[in-house]
């Protein structure tokens, strides 16, 4: 008897998930954004909103819950309902490059969460001061094969992709050079264009009017190809490092055991707003320069090979936050 009544709860508990994804959405969805307002995520999903809130018939309202480098806002997304009205904008910190930072964590970036869709990426900027010693990357290489520690490169804090854009660089060389960890972006960048470090990687679509007002100086970006915001500036490819490419990367992810049919209605709909030609080239302007039509599962290989390589640059970095 009790075994009957088990299946039934169970063939009940399927037809509500499935009754919830045939009417999904029926109300209104949060997207919670783990960076303050005006951060490069909260600007991605700000642009996506009207678009998604469009074509689902529902309202998407961004909700920014920052701090402890994403984990509140995971954390919160994983233990919320798997019915897809909870969704989050993942990115590498959040999936991959916190798994290296942190002995703990209260999420599992692949086991707590399921892919919904890629939405965009884009590219660092090797940035050293203007009129400077060095004018370019081989130059920059040269100094610190030359001098084994003594350049300093500064970032927005350990563990951000501007720190480890800098360890690839060292790994990729055989280089090395001392990592000096400001507060933020901002002051990062401060210490570049005062000659207080040697050299700094940050995120293009911040520093590329700092680069064409003069300010500082641009060496190369670190995507696969050249960032439509500094046309001008090569890759890290193109300026003598085999293999060095460095994307900042975002996606929509939803709790685990989410019904594949509301994930498959989200994919969807997210696939159907980016490929609007006027959002792509709003996104482009923005300094957003990469884009992938995937499907869930692609996502999710993206997301594995992803983790492949960021722990370790991680984890040969030294940083950690515990």
Same mark, same amino acid.
């Given at each position: 008897?009790?075994?009957?009544?088990?299946?039934?709860?169970?063939?009940?508990?399927?037809?509500?998930?499935?009754?919830?994804?045939?009417?999904?959405?029926?109300?209104?969805?949060?997207?919670?954004?783990?960076?303050?307002?005006?951060?490069?995520?909260?600007?991605?999903?700000?642009?996506?909103?009207?678009?998604?809130?469009?074509?689902?018939?529902?309202?998407?309202?961004?909700?920014?819950?920052?701090?402890?480098?994403?984990?509140?806002?995971?954390?919160?997304?994983?233990?919320?309902?798997?019915?897809?009205? $909870?969704?989050?904008?993942?990115?590498?910190?959040?999936?991959?490059?916190?798994?290296?930072?942190?002995?703990?964590?209260?999420?599992?970036?692949?086991?707590?969460?399921?892919?919904?869709?890629?939405? +965009?990426?884009?590219?660092?900027?090797?940035?050293?001061?203007?009129?400077?010693?060095?004018?370019?990357?081989?130059?920059?290489?040269?100094?610190?094969?030359?001098?084994?520690?003594?350049?300093?490169?500064?970032?927005?804090?350990?563990?951000?992709?501007?720190?480890?854009?800098?360890?690839?660089?060292?790994?990729? $060389?055989? $280089?090395?050079?001392?990592?000096?960890?400001?507060?933020?972006?901002?002051?990062?960048?401060?210490?570049?264009?005062?000659?207080?470090?040697?050299?700094?990687?940050?995120?293009?679509?911040?520093?590329?009017?700092?680069?064409? %007002?003069?300010?500082?100086? +641009?060496?190369? $970006?670190?995507?696969?190809?050249?960032?439509?915001?500094?046309?001008?500036?090569?890759?890290?490819?193109?300026?003598?490092?085999?293999?060095?490419?460095?994307?900042?990367?975002?996606?929509?992810?939803?709790?685990?055991?989410?019904?594949?049919?509301?994930?498959?209605?989200?994919? %969807?709909?997210?696939?159907?707003?980016?490929?609007?030609?006027?959002?792509? %080239?709003?996104?482009?302007?923005?300094?957003?320069?990469?884009?992938?039509?995937?499907?869930?599962?692609?996502?999710?290989?993206?997301?594995?090979?992803?983790?492949?390589?960021?722990?370790?640059?991680?984890?040969?970095?030294?940083?950690?936050?515990?």
């Amino acid at each position: 008897m009790k075994k009957i009544l088990g299946v039934c709860l169970a063939a009940l508990a399927g037809y509500g998930f499935s009754a919830q994804a045939d009417n999904f959405p029926s109300r209104p969805i949060t997207l919670v954004v783990p960076l303050a307002a005006g951060s490069t995520a909260d600007i991605l999903a700000r642009a996506i909103q009207p678009g998604l809130s469009e074509r689902l018939g529902q309202s998407v309202v961004v909700e920014n819950k920052a701090g402890g480098s994403g984990l509140i806002a995971m954390n919160y997304v994983a233990r919320s309902a798997p019915d897809g009205y $909870t969704l989050v904008m993942g990115s590498n910190n959040t999936w991959a490059i916190n798994l290296g930072l942190f002995k703990t964590m209260p999420y599992d970036p692949q086991k707590d969460f399921a892919p919904v869709a890629y939405l +965009a990426g884009g590219s660092n900027v090797l940035i050293v001061k203007q009129g400077g010693k060095y004018d370019s990357v081989k130059a920059l290489i040269d100094a610190m094969r030359q001098h084994p520690g003594r350049l300093t490169f500064s970032s927005g804090g350990n563990g951000t992709t501007h720190h480890l854009s800098a360890e690839n660089l060292k790994a990729l $060389t055989d $280089t090395n050079a001392t990592h000096i960890p400001y507060r933020g972006a901002p002051q990062g960048v401060t210490a570049v264009m005062a000659g207080e470090v040697d050299f700094g990687f940050y995120n293009t679509p911040s520093v590329s009017g700092l680069v064409k %007002e003069g300010k500082v100086k +641009a060496l190369a $970006t670190t995507g696969e190809a050249r960032s439509p915001l500094l046309p001008e500036i090569p890759t890290m490819i193109e300026a003598g490092v085999p293999g060095y490419v460095i994307s900042v990367d975002f996606g929509l992810l939803a709790p685990a055991r989410t019904p594949q049919a509301v994930i498959d209605r989200l994919n %969807e709909t997210t696939r159907a707003v980016m490929n609007d030609p006027k959002l792509q %080239e709003r996104l482009k302007a923005l300094g957003y320069e990469v884009y992938r039509d995937e499907t869930p599962a692609q996502f999710a290989k993206f997301i594995q090979q992803d983790i492949d390589k960021w722990v370790p640059l991680v984890k040969r970095s030294g940083a950690t936050i515990d």
